[in-house]
Structures are given as C-alpha cells and as structure tokens.
C-alpha cells in the first residue's frame, strides 16, 4: 500500500516561500498531484507532475509562483510569493497519471496532509 508522507508546511510571511515535499516508496512510478483544502472550501488540485513525460500541471491561481518537480521517490512543490489565500492544508496524492482533469477522485493513496499559513 503507498502511504505518501507530506512535509515542509509552516507558517510564512506574504511574499514568503515554502517548500513542500511529499515521499513514498515506489512514488516514482505514479503521477502525483498536489492538493490543498481551506476551511469551508472544496479541495482543490493545485499542481500534478506525471512519472514519466514530463507533464505538468498548475490551476491558474499559482501558475508563476509554484513549481513542481520531482526526484526519485520525492515530489516537491516551491511556493514562492506566498498570498493569504494560498492558506490551507496540503495534500500530495499519487495515482497512475494526472489525467485530462485533476481531480482529487482520480487518486488513489493520500497524504494526511500538512499546514500552511500566510499571515503577517
């Protein structure tokens, strides 16, 4: 059973940059997405990197800001120029690709999730 394990949130300052990382054995198989979830909103896909062919993805919201990237059996997601709305709870997710839409119904194994907060 993958069990990917989410690390690197924190609290940071408006403009500040986190790092997060998301590892599991065999991860480099799998496509993972990232995902975050704000207090009374839907989850939502941030980001997505495929295994193999170099496919990405970012939601409109953090295209400049983030990147993804990948090494082994770790996923990164560099968050610089962090807002207030980017507050919430991060989950990596792995599934088999990211799909034509990432949605958090096409993955399969999940983090439990870590904090991020943006407040000055």
């Known amino acids: 059973q993958l069990q990917p394990v989410e690390s690197g949130g924190g609290l940071v300052q408006p403009g500040g940059s986190l790092r997060l990382s998301c590892a599991a054995h065999t991860l480099d198989f799998y496509a993972v997405g990232w995902f975050r979830q704000a207090p009374g909103k839907e989850r939502e896909a941030v980001s997505c990197i495929n295994s193999s062919d170099g496919f990405t993805y970012y939601v409109d919201s953090v295209k400049g800001r983030f990147a993804i990237s990948r090494d082994h059996d770790t996923v990164y997601l560099q968050m610089n120029s962090l807002k207030p709305e980017d507050t919430a709870v991060y989950y990596c997710?792995?599934?088999w690709g990211c799909g034509y839409t990432v949605v958090p119904e096409g993955f399969d194994y999940w983090g439990q999730g870590t904090q991020v907060t943006v407040s000055s």
């Open positions: 997710a792995a599934a």
